[in-house]
C-alpha cells in the first residue's frame, strides 16, 4: 500500500465519520433493530444528517478551532499529548448528544431508544481513548472501525440479522486494510492498533448484547 492511499483511506474513514456509517447501514439495512422501519426514506435520511451533523460536524469545528487556535499543531493529532483534549471534548459532545436522544427528542426517545444507547457507547470509547491519551497512544481509527464491527456482529447474533452478513464482512475486510493503512503511515504500532480494535469490540459488543 502506497502512502498515499494510506492517507486517502485514514482521512475517509476517519473515526469521527465511524458514528454516521454505522448508523447507515443500520438504518437502511436493519432499520427494526432501531424501531424506526416504519419511518420513510426521507425521515431516516433526515435523521442520519443529524446524526452527522453532532458526531462528525460539530466535533470536527472544534477540533479546526484548537488547530487554528494554536492549540494543535495538526489536524492529524499525531502527538499523543495533543490527543487528550480533542477526544475528551469530543466525548463530552457525545455525552450531550446521548442525553438529547435519549430525553429531550421525545419521539426518538420513544420510538428508538436504541440510537440513545449505540450513542452513548460511542462516547464512552471516544471518553476512554481521551483517558488512555493521558498515558498511551490507542488508535483511534481503530476503536471507532471496531465499534462498527462489534455492533454489527452483536446485532446479527442478538436480532439473526442475516441481512447484515455482506455490510458485517465489508466492514471486517475495511477493519484490516484500515489498520495496514495506520502501520504504513507509521502513525500506531501494530500493539496500539490491537488494543483499539479491542476496546471498540468490547464497549459495542455489551451496549447490542445487554443494553439494546
Not at 465519520?17 to 422501519?37: Q, S
Not at 431516516?44 to 453532532?54: Q, T
Not at 488547530?67 to 459532545?93: A, C, K, N, W
Amino acid at each position: 500500500m502506497s502512502t498515499r492511499v494510506a492517507k486517502f483511506l485514514s482521512i475517509v474513514f476517519h473515526p469521527l465519520l465511524m458514528p454516521t456509517l454505522l448508523f447507515g447501514i443500520l438504518l437502511y439495512l436493519a432499520p427494526g433493530v432501531l424501531g424506526v422501519d416504519a419511518f420513510t426514506g426521507t425521515l431516516r435520511a433526515s435523521l442520519l444528517v443529524l446524526l452527522f451533523i453532532g458526531t462528525f460536524g460539530v466535533p470536527a469545528l472544534l477540533i479546526y478551532y484548537l488547530y487554528r487556535s494554536g492549540f494543535l499543531s495538526s489536524l492529524h493529532m499525531d502527538d499523543r499529548q495533543e490527543r487528550r483534549v480533542p477526544y475528551l471534548l469530543t466525548g463530552l459532545i457525545y455525552t450531550f448528544l446521548t442525553f438529547l436522544f435519549a430525553f429531550r427528542m421525545q419521539l426518538i426517545s420513544v420510538v428508538a431508544p436504541e440510537i440513545a444507547i449505540l450513542l452513548g457507547s460511542t462516547a464512552v470509547s471516544v471518553l476512554l481513548v481521551g483517558i488512555i491519551s493521558l498515558f498511551w497512544k490507542i488508535s483511534a481509527h481503530s476503536v471507532g472501525i471496531g465499534g462498527v464491527v462489534g455492533t454489527l456482529a452483536g446485532v446479527m447474533l442478538k436480532f439473526s440479522q442475516t441481512d447484515l452478513f455482506m455490510a458485517l464482512l465489508a466492514v471486517i475486510i475495511l477493519a484490516g486494510v484500515l489498520a495496514s493503512a495506520r502501520l504504513q503511515l507509521n502513525a500506531h504500532t501494530p500493539g496500539q492498533i490491537g488494543a483499539g480494535l479491542a476496546l471498540g469490540l468490547t464497549i459495542s459488543l455489551i451496549a447490542v448484547l445487554w443494553l439494546v
